[in-house]
């Protein structure tokens, strides 16, 4: 891992580098490896890692507008919006009218979304077991304490760079 890291930068930073730098190049990695991990494990029941989120975000709580989903997930309305119209299209959700709100609609799970979200579930628990296979209990919990303060840390320390609308 750490050769891995050390590549992505030149020599002469690398030896510059905080530990904390090593840490986030190394979750960066994780999360790629998690990803490609898990669209492999539930490719042939038409989901995606992004799809699988979405989804057992909606079974999470109740129906709700995507703008809502893509702040529970912090990710971009945009990209939340394209994966659930597929979603749509192949039937795992559906949209309900928003008594509050005319043109945001509501977002649902279909019976057949709560069916392949059953299904993802049912491999990711073996899959778990793998991964951790080795792992001190423990330890785990340490690192996902760790990671959670590092999150709160850098989203209370975020300034939003983009220049504001003028208008």
Known sequence: MV?????????????HDPPFQDLVLSVFHLSNVLSASGDRLVADLGLTSARWQILGALAAGAPRPVAWLARDLDLSRQNVQRIVNDLERDG??????????????LVTLTPEGDAVLAAAAARAAPWAGNAAAGLDPADVDTARRVLHAI????????????PKDTE
Not at 92 to 105: E, G
């Open 151 to 162: 999150g709160t840390a850098v989203q209370a320390h975020d300034t939003d760079s983009r």
């Open 3 to 15: 050769t891995y890291i050390r590549r992505m930068h030149p020599p002469q930073l690398a030896e």
């Open 92 to 105: 795992f959700v559906a949209f309900q009218p928003n008594p509050h709100h005319r043109r945001a609609q």
